[in-house]
C-alpha cells in the first residue's frame, strides 16, 4: 500500500485545479462516460502530417492482446483515453512532459473530429497516438459491419490528420477486445490490441488520492496503466504519480518504446 501523505494530496489537488480552471468534466471509460450520440461523421478534417507519424508494428513474442511490457526492464506506459474536454488534455501532455515523461493516448475519432489539432499537438510532444473507435461505443457487442466501422472509421481520421492510422487500437467500453473485434483490428492494419494490467478507475471520479494510491499500489516493472482524459482527478493526481515513478527508477515512456 502506497502512503500519500496530506502535502501529497494539498500538493496534486493545487496543481489540478491550477490546470483545470476553467475547464469542464468531460471524458471516456469503460463505465460511467457519456458516449457521442450516433451521427453522421463530417468529412476526415485535414492538416499537415507531422514529419514522422508512427505506424502499428509488430512486437514478435508478444500476445495479440497485449496487457504488460517485459518484467525485467523499470519501464511503464501509462495510457489515456483520448476523449473530453482539450483543456485537460492538454494539460495532462503539458504536466507529463514538465516531468520528463512520454504516454499514449488512444483517441475517439469524434474527438479527433471536434478538436482535430490535438493529434499534431500529441506527438509532437513524443507520445504515441492511436485508435479508441470512432464513436466510444461498445464495439464487443456489435456486428461485424458496425464494429469494422467503428475501427476503420477512426482510423481514417488518424491517417487524414497524421499520415498513419496510429500505432494501437484499444477496444471502447472493454479492457479486452472479443475475438471479432481482435481480428478486425488485424484486418484495420493492428498487429496488437492494446489492455492493460492497472486500472485506475479515474473514471470513477474517487478523487485524486484515491487515483493515486491506487496507480501506485499495482504498477510495477512492465505495466500498462488505463487512465483518461477528461476527469480531474486525473490531472490533480499525476503530478504525484510521477514524482513516486520516479523515485522508485520508474520511467513513463511510450506503449511502443516500453516493448521495444
Known amino acids: 500500500m502506497v502512503r500519500v501523505t496530506t502535502t501529497d494530496r494539498r500538493t496534486a489537488l493545487r496543481t489540478g485545479a491550477a490546470l483545470l480552471a476553467g475547464s469542464t468534466l468531460a471524458g471516456c471509460s469503460t463505465a460511467g462516460a457519456v458516449a457521442h450520440p450516433a451521427r453522421t461523421s463530417p468529412a476526415t478534417p485535414t492538416a499537415p502530417p507531422p514529419a514522422s507519424a508512427p505506424a502499428p508494428r509488430a512486437f514478435p513474442g508478444q ?21 473530453g474536454d482539450p483543456a485537460i488534455a492538454r494539460a495532462l501532455l503539458g504536466e507529463a512532459e514538465r ?9 475517439v475519432g469524434t474527438w479527433l473530429d471536434e478538436h482535430p489539432g490535438l493529434a499534431r499537438r500529441i506527438l ?20 461485424e459491419a458496425e464494429a469494422r466501422a467503428e475501427i476503420t472509421g477512426c482510423a481514417e ?21 472479443s ?19 492497472v486500472d485506475s478507475l479515474d473514471f470513477t471520479s474517487p478523487g485524486a488520492p484515491a487515483v493515486t494510491r491506487t496507480v501506485l499500489g499495482e504498477i510495477r516493472n512492465g505495466s500498462v496503466v488505463s487512465l483518461h482524459f477528461g476527469y480531474p482527478d486525473t490531472v490533480a493526481a499525476l503530478p504525484a504519480v510521477l514524482e513516486e515513478l520516479d523515485r522508485r527508477g520508474l520511467r513513463a515512456v511510450t506503449t511502443t518504446e516500453l516493448l521495444s
Not at 510532444?125 to 456489435?142: A, P
Not at 481520421?157 to 477486445?177: C, D, E, V, Y
Request: aromatic share 6%.
Open 63 to 83: 500476445p495479440a492482446q497485449v496487457t504488460h511490457g517485459p518484467r525485467a526492464h523499470p519501464r511503464v506506459a501509462l495510457t489515456f483515453h483520448g476523449h
Open 157 to 177: 481520421r488518424l491517417r487524414g490528420l497524421t499520415g498513419s492510422i496510429g500505432t494501437w487500437f484499444r477496444p471502447s467500453r472493454a479492457a479486452r477486445a
Open 99 to 107: 516531468q520528463g515523461a512520454r504516454v499514449t493516448v488512444l483517441a
Open 124 to 143: 509532437d510532444g513524443g507520445h504515441d497516438l492511436g485508435n479508441h473507435t470512432q464513436r466510444h461505443l461498445g464495439i464487443n457487442t456489435m456486428s
Open 179 to 197: 475475438p471479432l473485434v481482435e481480428r478486425l483490428a488485424r484486418d484495420a492494419g493492428y498487429p496488437h490490441v492494446l489492455s492493460y494490467d
